[in-house]
C-alpha cells in the first residue's frame, strides 16, 4: 500500500488543448470525456443572443449559420465566452457530477500566463463552486505519465510544437522552445497536397464532407466520383463549419494514410513504404504512393519542406495576453531535430545526459507512424551522439492523452492532498500570487511519491 | 439403448451360428484407477503409473474464498489533512476501523535548511559586500528552501531583486559561504561536530567550474575520438592479456627444461601489472615484448654506488653473468661455489692431477674472493695449456719416430697398413713435412 500510495478523493483533471478537452476522473487511465476544442455558435433571432453547441454532436452536426470557433490558441484559453459552456457540457452532461464535491485538476502550457490561470480558477471556484483547485504544467504531466521525474518532453500539439527540459518535476522555463509548427500546419499541408493536381490524379480532390453528401455512387479507383450534394446545406452551411468539416476530412486522411518516413526523405525511398487506400466522403477512390502520403509530415524535419510551407502558413495568432517566454516565429522556424538540440544544447553539463536518456514524444504528431524514428535518426546525425533514448508509450491512447494520464496519477496520490489550493487559501487576499507559488513550489513532495509508485 | 442392446438387434439381422454371441466382457481384474490420473493416460501405461506423480500431482483447484471471516466495512469518509494550514475537507473511502490521522500526512517533511537573521548577516558580512547584496542572499536562501537546493531549478527561476544573472556555480558558492559563517558563528568552538558540520558545506568553486568544463570537453568530444579511445583500452587489455600469457609460457618451460623455479615468474607479472596502473596508456605504445628487460632496471644496473671500492664490491652486468636460471637478463638465485672455474672436460684428468702435483684443491677456498678466482682461474687456464703442449710435443715426438723408421726402410705395406688403422695419424703425418 506504501508503495502504491494511491488515495483517491475524486478529483476531476482538466486537460484543455488546441485541438481537444480532455476531462476525467483522477485515478482512471483514460478521460471519461473527449471532446473538440471548438464551439458552434448559432444566433437566436428571438433573442438576439449566441447560443453555443460543443461537444462532437454538437460541433460536428449540420446547424444552419452555425458558425465554428476556437477559444484555444497555443493551448492557452484565448477566448472566454466558450469556456464555461465546454465545461458545462463536460461536467454537467457528461460526468454528471455536483463539481461541489470534487477538487479540479487543471494543466496549463508551460508558457500559459497568470492571468489565463487565475481566470479559470475564479471560474471553477465561483461558478462550479469546487472545494479545491490546482494547476500542473501539462508538460511535467507528460513526463509523469511516462513515469518519469526528469525528462525532456518533446510536445508536438496541435499549434505549437515545442520542447520543455523537466528536472525532478519543474519545468526549466527558461529553456523552451517552440515554434508554430504543428499538426494544424501538418493538417494545411496534407490539404495542399491533396488539392494539388498531379500527373496521376489530374483534377483536385474534391474535400465535402458527409455531411453535404446527399448521394454517390460507389465508382473504381480513380475515376471520376459521381455525387449529389445537399444544395439546401451547401446554402446554409458557414464557411468556418464547412473549412472545419474539410479539414476533418483531411485529419483523417492523415490517420490513415500519413506517417512519418524513418530516414532522409527521397521519393525513391519513400515509395517502398507502399501504397495505402481510401475513399473519400465523395465517393472518391484513390491509392497513394508513399512519397505522396509521407511526404507532408517533412515539414516537422525538412528545411526546404518547411520553407516552402512558411508561404501559406497559418495567420500571425492575436494574442490577448502575452504568453511567457519566446516563440520562435514561423519564419524563424528550424526542423524539430534542431529544435531538441538546441534545447539540450542550453541545458546544464550535469542534466543534460540524463535528459537525453529520458526523452518523451507526447502530443498528435508522435501518434504518426515513424515519427520517434525519424526524429532519433535526424538527432543522431545532428549531433554526432547515439546516446538518446526515446519513452514513449505503447499504446495509442496513453501517447493521446499522455498529459491528462500524467494529471491523473498526480491528483490520485495521497500525498498530493496538501497541495490542493483550497477555497480558504483562495479567498485569502495575503495568498493573491497562491498560482505562482504553489505552481513553483512544493513539488519535491510530489517528485518522491511519483518516483516511488512509478 | 446401450453398445450390447445394438450388438443383439444386429446379430438377431444375421444368420444364427455365423458369429459366437458377444460374450459379457468380463469384470475389470485390475486394480482401480487411482485419482489425480486421467482415464486416458492410465489405460496407456496400466498398472505401470507411478503411484508416487498420482499422490504428488492431486489437481489443486483454487482455494475457496473465505467467506466465513468478518467482513470489512468501508465507509466514504471526510477527512483532515494535518499536513494542510488550512481546513479543506476532503473525502475518501476509508476502512470503517481505520482511525488514525491521516496516513498520508507523515510524508510532508522538509529537509533541513540553514536560515539567518539581519543581525547575523550584518555581523559577518556589514555593508561592504560588494558582488552580493543582502536581498539577492535572502532571495537565495528562499529559493534553495523552496526549490529543497536543486540548484539546477534555482537557477532556471532565478530572477533576483538586483537583476543580475549569475551561473550556477556562482549561487552554490554564496548558498554554501554564507550557511558555513553562520553555522561557524552559532556553534560553540568546543562542538565536537563543529569540524564534521563546517566540512560539510565548503565548496570550491573554481574547482567546480574545472569540474563541469571537464565534463563539458567529455562530452563535447567527436565520435571518432571516442571510438579511438575504446579501441585503444581494448588494445591495453589484449596486450596485458598477452604479456602475462608469456610470461607464464616462459616459468613452465623453464620448470620442465632448465628445473629452475626461481619464484621471479610471479613477480615480474606483479611488476608489469603496477607499471600499467603507473604508466597508462604507455604500454600501448610500446611493442609487445614480454622478455624485455623493463626500462627502469637497466637504469639502476648503470648506477655504482660511491662505497663500492671500499667494500670491496665489484658489481657485474646482468647480461654478461647470465648463467642457467636467468630471466630476461636477471640472474637467479645461485651457490656461490658453482661460479669458482672447473677446468676443461678434455683436460680435467691432467689439469687435476698437476694441480695435485702442486698440493693445491679448489676446495680448500672456503670463501673464494675475486682475487683467489682470478688465479685459480689463471693457474687453471696456464694447467690447461701446458697439458695441451705437452699433448702436441708427444704427438710429434711420436711421429719424428714412425718417418725415422720409414727412412730405414721399412716395408710399404706396413706404412699403408698403418694409414687404414688411422686416417687421422696418417693425414697429420702428411701435413707435417709441409709445417
Same mark, same amino acid.
Request: proline share 7%.
Given at each position: 500500500m506504501a508503495v502504491y500510495g494511491g488515495d483517491e478523493v475524486n478529483a476531476i483533471v482538466l486537460d484543455m488543448g488546441t485541438y481537444s478537452t480532455r476531462v476525467g476522473y483522477?485515478?482512471?487511465?483514460?478521460?471519461?470525456?473527449?471532446?473538440?476544442?471548438?464551439?458552434?455558435?448559432?444566433?437566436?433571432?428571438?433573442?438576439?443572443?449566441?447560443?453555443?453547441?460543443?461537444?462532437? %454532436? #454538437?460541433?460536428?452536426?449540420?446547424?444552419?449559420?452555425?458558425?465554428?470557433?476556437?477559444?484555444?490558441?497555443?493551448?492557452?484559453?484565448?477566448?472566454?465566452? &466558450?469556456?464555461?459552456?465546454?465545461?458545462?457540457?463536460? $461536467?454537467?452532461?457528461?460526468?454528471?457530477?455536483?463539481? &461541489?464535491?470534487?477538487?479540479?485538476? !487543471? *494543466? %496549463?502550457?508551460?508558457?500559459?500566463?497568470?492571468?489565463?490561470?487565475?481566470?479559470?480558477?475564479?471560474?471553477? $471556484?465561483?461558478?462550479?463552486?469546487?472545494? &479545491?483547485? !490546482?494547476?500542473?504544467?501539462?508538460?511535467?504531466?507528460?513526463? $509523469?505519465?511516462?513515469?518519469?521525474?526528469?525528462?525532456?518532453? @518533446?510536445?508536438?500539439?496541435?499549434?505549437?510544437?515545442?520542447?520543455?527540459?523537466?528536472?525532478? #518535476?519543474?519545468?526549466?522555463? /527558461?529553456? @523552451?522552445?517552440? =515554434?508554430?509548427? #504543428?499538426?494544424?500546419?501538418? *493538417?494545411?499541408?496534407?490539404?495542399?497536397?491533396? *488539392?494539388?493536381?498531379?500527373?496521376?490524379?489530374?483534377?483536385? @480532390?474534391?474535400?465535402?464532407?458527409? =455531411?453535404? @453528401?446527399?448521394?454517390?455512387?460507389?465508382?473504381?479507383?480513380?475515376? /471520376?466520383?459521381?455525387?449529389?450534394?445537399?444544395?439546401?446545406?451547401? &446554402?446554409?452551411?458557414?464557411?468556418?463549419?464547412?473549412?472545419?468539416?474539410a479539414r476533418r476530412v483531411v485529419e483523417d486522411w492523415l490517420e490513415v494514410c500519413g506517417g512519418v518516413l524513418e530516414t532522409t526523405f527521397t521519393p525513391e525511398e519513400a515509395d517502398k513504404k507502399g501504397t495505402k487506400f481510401y475513399e473519400f466522403p465523395t465517393g472518391y477512390q484513390a491509392i497513394f504512393k508513399g512519397s505522396e502520403r509521407l511526404q507532408p509530415a517533412e515539414i516537422f524535419f525538412n528545411t526546404s519542406a518547411l520553407n516552402r510551407i512558411r508561404a501559406y502558413g497559418p495567420p500571425p495568432i492575436a494574442e490577448n495576453y502575452p504568453s511567457q517566454g519566446r516563440m520562435i516565429p514561423l519564419q524563424e522556424a528550424v526542423p524539430l531535430q534542431h529544435l531538441v538540440a538546441h534545447a539540450l544544447e542550453v541545458q546544464d553539463i550535469d542534466v543534460r545526459s540524463s535528459l537525453m536518456q529520458n526523452m518523451v514524444l507526447t502530443g498528435g504528431g508522435s501518434l504518426l507512424p515513424g515519427f520517434q524514428e525519424r526524429l532519433l535518426f535526424e538527432l543522431q546525425n545532428l549531433t554526432r551522439n547515439k546516446n538518446y533514448k526515446f519513452h514513449i508509450p505503447t499504446t495509442k491512447h496513453e501517447r493521446r492523452f499522455g498529459p491528462w494520464i500524467g494529471g491523473s496519477i498526480l491528483g490520485s496520490l495521497g500525498t498530493f492532498h496538501q497541495l490542493w489550493v483550497s477555497r480558504e487559501e483562495w479567498r485569502n487576499s495575503a495568498l493573491i500570487s497562491w498560482l505562482r507559488d504553489v505552481n513553483e513550489g512544493g513539488w519535491g513532495i510530489c517528485c518522491r511519491v511519483c518516483n516511488v509508485m512509478l | 439403448m446401450t453398445s450390447a442392446d445394438v450388438r443383439e438387434i444386429v446379430s438377431s439381422l444375421v444368420p444364427s451360428g455365423s458369429t459366437p454371441a458377444p460374450r459379457k466382457a468380463p469384470p475389470p481384474t485390475g486394480t482401480r484407477k487411482p485419482d489425480g490420473i486421467s482415464r486416458e493416460l492410465y489405460n496407456l501405461i496400466g498398472n505401470a503409473a507411478p503411484t508416487l506423480v498420482a499422490q504428488v500431482s492431486r489437481p489443486k483447484f483454487k482455494a475457496r474464498p473465505d467467506l466465513g471471516r468478518a467482513r470489512v466495512k468501508w465507509e466514504f469518509r471526510e477527512f483532515d489533512n494535518p499536513a494542510r494550514k488550512d481546513h479543506l475537507k476532503l473525502h475518501h473511502w476509508q476502512k470503517a476501523t481505520d482511525t488514525g490521522a491521516y496516513r498520508f500526512a507523515r510524508y510532508n517533511i522538509d529537509s533541513a535548511y540553514i536560515t539567518y537573521t539581519d543581525e547575523e548577516y550584518d555581523a559577518i558580512y556589514g555593508t561592504e559586500d560588494a558582488p552580493w547584496t543582502k536581498e539577492d542572499t535572502d532571495y537565495l536562501f528562499r529559493l534553495v528552501r523552496e526549490y529543497d537546493q536543486r540548484f539546477i531549478v534555482i537557477v532556471d527561476r532565478w530572477a533576483p531583486p538586483s537583476g543580475i544573472d549569475r551561473p550556477i556555480e556562482e549561487l552554490k558558492s554564496r548558498y554554501y559561504t554564507v550557511s558555513r559563517s553562520v553555522l561557524e558563528r552559532r556553534l560553540p568552538d568546543d562542538d565536537p561536530d563543529k569540524a564534521q558540520m563546517l566540512a560539510n558545506f565548503t565548496f570550491d568553486k573554481e574547482q567546480e567550474r574545472k569540474r563541469r568544463d571537464y565534463v563539458t570537453a567529455l562530452f563535447k568530444r567527436e565520435p571518432e575520438a571516442i571510438e579511438e579511445e575504446e579501441a585503444l583500452y581494448i588494445e591495453i587489455k589484449r596486450l596485458e592479456q598477452n604479456e602475462r600469457r608469456f610470461t607464464k609460457d616462459r616459468e613452465d618451460l623453464l620448470k620442465m627444461l632448465a628445473g629452475v623455479e626461481s619464484g621471479l615468474g610471479t613477480l615480474k607479472v606483479e611488476d608489469d601489472g603496477k607499471k600499467k596502473k603507473k604508466s597508462g596508456e604507455l604500454s600501448a605504445d610500446s611493442p609487445a615484448t614480454p622478455g624485455a628487460p623493463p626500462r627502469r632496471a637497466k637504469a639502476e644496473a648503470k648506477y655504482v654506488p660511491a662505497d663500492d671500492p671500499i667494500n670491496c664490491v665489484v658489481r657485474y652486468d646482468p647480461a654478461t653473468v647470465a648463467g642457467p636460471g636467468t630471466k630476461g637478463g636477471i640472474p637467479s638465485v645461485f651457490m656461490r661455489s658453482t661460479r669458482i672455474p672447473v677446468p676443461k672436460p678434455s683436460v680435467a684428468a691432467y689439469v687435476t692431477q698437476i694441480l695435485a702435483e702442486l698440493q693445491i684443491s679448489p676446495n680448500t677456498l672456503v670463501m673464494p674472493t675475486k682475487g683467489d678466482v682470478e688465479k685459480l682461474d689463471s693457474l687453471l687456464n696456464t694447467a690447461g695449456i701446458l697439458v695441451e703442449m705437452k699433448r702436441s710435443v708427444d704427438r710429434l715426438d711420436q711421429e719424428l719416430r714412425v718417418l725415422k723408421a720409414r727412412q730405414k726402410g721399412e716395408s710399404v705395406e706396413d706404412a699403408e697398413m698403418e694409414d687404414g688403422d688411422g686416417k687421422g695419424k696418417a693425414g697429420a703425418s702428411r701435413l707435417i713435412p709441409g709445417v
Open positions: 483522477a485515478g482512471e487511465d483514460m478521460p471519461k470525456v473527449n471532446m473538440p476544442a471548438t464551439y458552434g455558435s448559432v444566433l437566436d433571432q428571438d433573442s438576439g443572443n449566441f447560443k453555443h453547441y460543443v461537444g462532437d %454532436e #454538437g460541433v460536428n452536426v449540420y446547424r444552419p449559420k452555425m458558425r465554428l470557433s476556437n477559444p484555444m490558441r497555443e493551448g492557452m484559453i484565448y477566448e472566454w465566452n &466558450a469556456v464555461e459552456d465546454v465545461l458545462d457540457y463536460a $461536467f454537467n452532461d457528461r460526468l454528471r457530477c455536483d463539481t &461541489a464535491d470534487h477538487p479540479i485538476l !487543471f *494543466t %496549463e502550457p508551460p508558457w500559459n500566463n497568470k492571468h489565463n490561470r487565475e481566470k479559470l480558477a475564479q471560474i471553477l $471556484f465561483e461558478k462550479y463552486n469546487v472545494p &479545491a483547485t !490546482f494547476v500542473v504544467n501539462n508538460a511535467v504531466c507528460a513526463s $509523469f505519465a511516462a513515469g518519469k521525474g526528469t525528462a525532456l518532453v @518533446i510536445d508536438v500539439g496541435q499549434d505549437i510544437s515545442s520542447v520543455t527540459p523537466v528536472v525532478d #518535476g519543474y519545468a526549466l522555463t /527558461k529553456s @523552451i522552445q517552440r =515554434q508554430p509548427i #504543428g499538426m494544424s500546419l501538418l *493538417t494545411n499541408t496534407a490539404y495542399m497536397t491533396l *488539392t494539388t493536381p498531379t500527373p496521376e490524379r489530374p483534377d483536385a @480532390i474534391e474535400l465535402h464532407s458527409h =455531411q453535404l @453528401i446527399a448521394s454517390k455512387k460507389p465508382m473504381g479507383y480513380n475515376a /471520376k466520383p459521381v455525387y449529389t450534394l445537399r444544395q439546401d446545406r451547401l &446554402a446554409n452551411a458557414d464557411q468556418s463549419w464547412r473549412n472545419q468539416m | -
